[in-house]
């Protein structure tokens, strides 16, 4: 967030813009969840999916506000989706006040959108919840497209869970994947190299009430 001061001068912040939809996770499906489904739905291994042919569940995005303080303050929420064939599937999922649509600006970028919604000291403020997202740098979340029956701690737990039975139960089938760096087992090993740092990174989040970002 920048901010701008009556006597020329501004300041640069970091803070949580938006805030996700407030409503549980769906449940589980009786039949269970499976590796495939967990990769999927982790925000940090989009890019690892394509070998596996695996669809990745994410658009990529990032935002930033404009805030001009004061007894006749405004803001400028900037909200941008990048370009991705999901985006019209998450759109969906994005609620908007309708008393003010007339302060919410929409540009289409390609197949991606620029949402600009206007707040002031006349109007007051308003809210645009979003699907769950996971903030990956200062400049770049990833959200989820479809509905999660986790989160991204959650899907993390689970596929290494899964990816350690499959290592346990069926070594023979194992081994003949990593001796052919079969695009699973690469999978697996990317899952295994990024949880290291981010499920202590998301348990530190959780533990200390606050969000931490890498910048970008």
Not at 12 to 18: A, C, D, M, Y
Not at 32 to 55: K, N, Q, W, Y
Not at 72 to 88: D, Q
Not at 90 to 115: F, S, Y
């Amino acid at each position: 967030m920048t901010s701008f001061w009556t006597d020329g001068g501004s300041t640069t912040s970091f803070e949580n813009l938006f805030g996700a939809i407030d409503v549980p996770y769906v449940l589980l499906p009786s039949e269970g969840i499976t590796l495939a489904e967990c990769l999927s739905s982790i925000p940090l291994m989009v890019a690892h999916l394509t070998p596996t042919d695996l669809t990745s569940n994410f658009v990529r995005g990032n935002c930033l506000a404009r805030t001009w303080p004061g007894d006749e303050w405004r803001t400028e929420f900037v909200f941008v989706i990048h370009p991705s064939p999901l985006v019209e599937k998450l759109i969906e999922g994005i609620r908007v006040d309708p008393k003010a649509v007339d302060r919410i600006e929409v540009r289409e970028i390609a197949t991606g959108l620029h949402i600009v919604m206007k707040n002031d000291w006349i109007n007051g403020p308003t809210g645009m919840p979003v699907p769950p997202a996971a903030t990956i740098k200062t400049d770049e979340w990833r959200m989820w497209t479809n509905s999660p029956t986790l989160n991204e701690f959650g899907y993390l737990y689970v596929a290494l869970f899964l990816a350690g039975n499959y290592a346990r139960y069926y070594p023979d089938k194992w081994l003949a994947d990593v001796e052919s760096s079969s695009a699973i087992s690469l999978a697996i090993e990317e899952l295994c190299s990024m949880a290291e740092w981010r499920v202590p990174w998301l348990s530190l989040c959780e533990m200390d009430l606050k969000m931490y970002v890498n910048e970008a």
